[in-house]
Nanobody
Framework: QVQLEESGGGLVQAGGSLSLSCAAS????????MGWFRQAPGKEREIVAA????????YYADSVKGRFTVSRDNAKNTVTLQMNSLKPEDTAVYYC??????????????????WGQGTQVTVSS
């Protein structure tokens, strides 16, 4: 059983940056493909970025390509989402997730088995 805890959310002005971190415990972190999702009020949870077990492969939603960067440190059991050039439409609760399936990249909610509690990101215009 893997426990995930996000940190780093907050309020930022449009054009600003935030770095979200997710700390994992209770499992062998390097075995899990990881992902970041977000959910805005009244909307479905959507994929933001995903990263493979060794960090060599990444995926980004079209809406964040070129602005967000996902990375992981398997020695520290952490995954990070660096968010630059933030827009008001990036406002949401951001979740990190871990999956048990051996696929390289996981891009749907159903593919993930463990979830953090989420951290709020608010971008003001």
């Amino acid at each position: 059983q893997v426990q995930l805890e996000e940190s780093g959310g907050g309020l930022v002005q449009a054009g600003g940056s935030l770095s979200l971190s997710c700390a994992a415990s209770g499992g062998t972190f390097s075995r899990y493909p990881m992902g970041w999702f977000r959910q805005a009020p009244g909307k479905e949870r959507e994929i933001v970025a995903a990263i493979s077990r060794n960090g060599g492969n990444t995926y980004y939603a079209d809406s964040v390509k070129g602005r967000f960067t996902v990375s992981r440190d398997n020695a520290k059991n952490t995954v990070t989402l660096q968010m630059n050039s933030l827009k008001p439409e990036d406002t949401a609760v951001y979740y990190c997730a871990a999956g048990r399936t051996p696929y390289v990249l996981l891009t749907t909610v159903a593919q993930y088995d463990y979830w953090g509690q989420g951290t709020q990101v608010t971008v003001s215009s």
